[in-house]
């Protein structure tokens, strides 16, 4: 490891020559702390080093910059340079011979043999100078794998980026995870794997989800617009569900270990935001201001409506039955639904005001009302009062597709009338009032009316189900599930108790994954009438409790087919779900 730093002090002593900037990581397990060396070839008098103090894709002052330690800063002959810590995100360092070496460390923490970083809470960039090349050099022991989404250059563990937007939007996973590779549309696609639960993923189920997810969307845009790939799975041990960040040439994704529908649809958002954010975007999203969140009106846009694309093309493409996207309307307009601050704040405004959410901190959701609900009801209006608009001869594929040529191959992003102006294009002049009314205006969204265009309908009612008169969580550092609240018509059974059994089926595992499963095979074929007996811990106590499950009601809502509905609805029902628009 000394002969390392050592190595490392060489090639820093060493001008490099020319105007690309070198970054060197060298993970310090024992310390959990990662060493990021920079050389910056010098254009006389000072130079300045900010850490961002957000993450593209989070629209929340994060402020990494707090995390840094040791900054030191060294001239080509190894001579100290004086620094000034402006500000938690700023370094001004004064002017030195040739290359400039600085030096500095940021949490690392090496966790199932792995290590696994973001580039915008570890990577500095110098002010005025983000459009240069950027190197990357890994500094790991001889037997750790690297998966990262940079293009490789000449050495070991050495990576490219045209520019520091490039090199800090791609995570680094190195050390001794799991991985998997696929091919889609002729690009290396690489699954990493990291955490405990991995050991308990279904590989060849993740497999083919992941080349699903890449082989539907590459197809619907027409080839892929990266080298390769990368998923970052951080694997939890859950039967489902995931919260993830999109990259521009890989994400990251909290994983759970069942992979199911949830966590499928999750990854379909992710992969989507390889085109909408990364490269479909509005100006203020690149080239970046790591120091001011940023201000666009279509954050609404581009993760409302990635989140129904990314849902719909599943359906369309068959990995669901149909049934799941009319699911997930009913899911947002009820998230929708039950904010009052839709009726004061429109879908645009609840975007281009997140960063006065969280006292001025901004927040991954939306200012007051959530630009991913809101933004997924006001696709589902456009896109079926385009096909309305144009018989079903036009979508809102179109839109997306119309903005894809706009901004493809590294074009400026779009102003921000621009998907207005593409709805118009699209659907007709009619188009531009109807998006003020959706985007522009604050309100009830008419989502009744637009399903009723493509022949469905929202119904109410309620719904039996098997009532067990108690509430409970999981809980795997106590080994069962905890009662929450007041239990209905149990004698003995009481808030705080644990559940260990269930007619003689224990359900104290020790994982979230173990549990809900358990709690699933005792439970699921349970009806009104039945017994069920519970043996549960109160305290030092083990006691038994039974009672008959009875039939308990709910309400519920449901989007379904309208038998009523016409001809030429259904006709664009039809064209709505197919693959192919």
């Not at 009106?297 to 719909?312: I, K, N, R, S, V």
């Not at 599943?314 to 009726?343: C, H, K, S, T």
Request: one cysteine or more; aromatic letters at 10%; charged letters at 25%.
């Amino acid at each position: 490891m000394h002969r390392r730093i050592a190595t490392l002090a060489l090639i820093f002593v060493a001008s490099v020559g020319r105007a690309d900037l070198t970054y060197r990581v060298l993970p310090k397990p024992a310390t959990g702390r990662l060493v990021v060396m920079i050389e910056i070839p010098t254009r006389g008098g000072e130079t300045t080093l900010q850490m961002p103090r957000w993450s593209p894709g989070a629209y929340v002052l994060s402020e990494p910059g707090k995390n840094v330690q040791d900054f030191r800063a060294s001239d080509e002959n190894g001579v100290s340079l004086p620094v000034t810590n402006v500000d938690p995100s700023t370094w001004r360092i004064g002017a030195g011979k040739g290359t400039i070496q600085v030096v500095y460390s940021v949490p690392g923490t090496l966790a199932d043999e792995t290590i696994h970083y973001s580039g915008s809470s570890t990577y500095m960039y110098v002010v005025a100078r983000k459009q240069e090349r950027c190197h990357l050099r890994l500094e790991i022991p001889g037997d750790w794998r690297v998966a990262v989404g940079l293009d490789p250059e000449s050495g070991g563990n050495a990576y490219g980026a045209k520019s520091y937007d490039v090199l800090a939007d791609n995570p680094v996973t190195m050390g001794h995870f799991l991985e998997d590779h696929y091919t889609s549309a002729g690009r290396d696609h690489t699954i990493a794997m990291r955490n405990p639960a991995k050991s308990k993923v279904d590989r060849a189920h993740l497999i083919k989800a992941a080349k699903f997810v890449s082989d539907m969307q590459s197809d619907f845009f027409g080839g892929a617009p990266y080298h390769k790939y990368v998923w970052h799975f951080g694997v939890t041990d859950r039967a489902d569900g995931a919260g993830g960040l999109e990259h521009l040439s890989s994400t990251q994704i909290s994983l759970a270990a069942g992979v199911g529908p949830v966590t499928v649809g999750v990854m379909s958002h992710e992969f989507f935001h390889l085109w909408n954010v990364k490269r479909i975007r509005s100006r203020p999203l690149g080239p970046f201001d790591y120091q001011n969140l940023p201000q666009t009106g279509a954050l609404w846009w581009l993760e409302g409506a990635t989140d129904y694309f990314a849902h719909l093309l599943l359906n369309r493409y068959g990995w669901f039955d149909g049934a799941e996207i009319r699911q997930q309307i009913v899911r947002n307009l009820d998230r929708q639904r039950a904010r009052p601050a839709r009726m004061e704040i429109s879908p645009y405004m609840a975007s281009y005001r997140v960063r006065e959410a969280n006292g001025g901190r901004g927040n991954s959701d939306g200012f007051q009302v959530s630009y991913y609900d809101t933004g997924f009801l006001c696709a589902l209006c456009l896109d079926t009062e385009i096909l309305s608009q144009t018989g079903g001869r036009r979508s809102l594929d179109d839109v997306e597709r119309n903005l894809w040529k706009l901004c493809r191959d590294d074009k400026p992003g779009f102003q921000e009338g621009e998907i207005r102006n593409q709805c118009v294009l699209v659907g007709g002049p009619a188009m531009g009032a109807f998006y003020d009314r959706v985007v522009m205006t604050p309100g009830e969204l008419p989502v009744e009316a637009q399903l009723a265009k493509i022949g469905l309908r929202l119904t109410k009612a309620t719904e039996a189900f098997a009532d067990f008169g108690f509430s409970a969580i999981p809980s795997a550092q106590d080994k069962g599930f905890l009662v929450q609240g007041e239990p209905r018509s149990w004698d003995g059974l009481k808030s705080g108790d644990l559940i260990v059994e269930i007619n003689g089926a224990p359900v104290n595992q020790d994982s979230p994954f173990a549990l809900a499963g358990a709690y699933r095979t005792a439970t699921e074929k349970l009806k009104s009438g039945d017994v069920m007996k519970l043996k549960i811990r109160r305290g030092t106590d083990e006691l038994t409790v039974t009672r008959n499950v009875t039939e308990g009601s709910r309400p519920i809502s449901k989007v379904e087919e309208d038998p009523s509905a016409t001809a030429a609805a259904k006709r664009l029902y039809a064209i709505w779900i197919a693959k192919k628009r």
